[in-house]
């Protein structure tokens, strides 16, 4: 029978409510596109949350699965959308992720094959890790291209300029059982304007898992490595002082699950209510992990809840 685990939230909360969760966590952590931007289009309000939260003391970090630009370029985007004062140690990426376990958890001792962007080298890169470099002649193919030497992991994230050579040469790769597979992340795809999907790092990590018969180890959320990388750099981090804050139930709301952590779904995004109550209402105990334990229509509903602690504040001065 339908709901037969139970309800696990999925409360719509406003004003005091919101007022009253935020009094009871120290650490807020954000996911980017869908919640605080669309793109290079700050979400009405976002800003401001932002820094508010960061105003009356709490710990606010940005969580993304994008792997498409370095942190550097995010503390621009940030400053240039609006969001003042947003440092680089605040920002956690599935290419910045990925770099500290392949750099502080397996201490690769060799290349790493990346089948992604510029952008996902590059934080490897900085990090210390070489990567293999890509210098193919334009009629290169599997039967005759160079492979090369002592790759000790294949690296999966966004690529736009992915090939099929790409794809063989990984394959290559991973026929070695001691070299590993690692991808920043398993979206599958991520919402365009216009109704159209642009492919995410997961599609091509599905691709790459039946050419080599293998699974990939995912670095980023749903996976609790991102939160580990979170907890090793920041004092005093306790799931339950925790808000994990995303737009996508199987991304965001399970990363929260798997680490403990209180969610909040914004409906700016990819996921909307309906999803989630049908899986609040499901018989599989494993989706209550997608469920949030609250939802807002858009971040910005925080902003009363500033205002009551304000007029709190105040009043007690």
């Known amino acids: 029978m339908a709901g037969a685990f139970g309800f696990k939230g999925c409360q719509k909360i406003r004003g005091p409510q919101i007022r009253n969760l935020l009094e009871a966590k120290d ?7 869908g919640v605080i931007w669309h793109g290079e289009k700050a979400i009405t309000g976002a800003a401001k949350v932002v820094n508010s939260l960061v105003r009356h003391g709490k710990n606010v970090v940005f969580v993304t699965n994008n792997c498409t630009r370095p942190r550097e370029n995010y503390v621009h985007k940030f400053s240039r959308l609006g969001f003042t004062d947003v440092m680089l140690e605040q920002i956690f990426s599935s290419s910045y992720c990925s770099a500290l376990y392949l750099r502080d958890v397996v201490k690769i001792g060799g290349q790493v094959f990346v089948m992604g962007c510029e952008a996902l080298r590059r934080e490897l890169q900085e990090a210390g890790i070489p990567c293999v470099e890509e210098a193919d002649e334009p009629d290169a193919t599997i039967y005759n291209c160079a492979l090369a030497p002592d790759v000790k992991a294949v690296l999966v994230g966004h690529d736009d300029k992915m090939t099929f050579l790409k794809l063989a040469k990984a394959s290559c790769y991973l ?70 804050i995303g737009d996508r139930l199987e991304t965001d709301m399970l990363f929260g699950s798997n680490c403990g952590l209180d969610t909040m779904l914004t409906l700016t995004g990819v996921s909307q209510i309906e999803e989630a109550q049908e899986y609040r209402n499901s018989e599989l105990s494993t989706n209550q992990s997608l469920v949030p334990n609250y939802v807002v229509d858009t971040i910005a509903d925080f902003l009363p809840a500033f205002e009551e602690l304000e007029e709190l504040e105040e009043q007690s001065n």
Do not use: Y
Not at 27 to 33: A, R, S, T
Not at 199 to 216: D, F, H, N, Y
């Open 27 to 33: 650490f807020i952590l954000l996911d980017c596109d």
């Open 175 to 244: 026929r070695d059982p001691d070299c590993l597979f690692l991808a920043t992340d398993n979206d599958p795809w991520h919402p365009l304007s216009g109704g159209r999907i642009l492919p995410g790092s997961g599609s091509l990590t599905a691709a790459l898992e039946v050419s080599s018969g293998r699974k990939a180890t995912v670095i980023g959320k749903p996976s609790r490595f991102m939160f580990e990388c979170i907890s090793s750099q920041f004092r005093g981090v306790d799931p339950a002082q925790c808000l994990m």
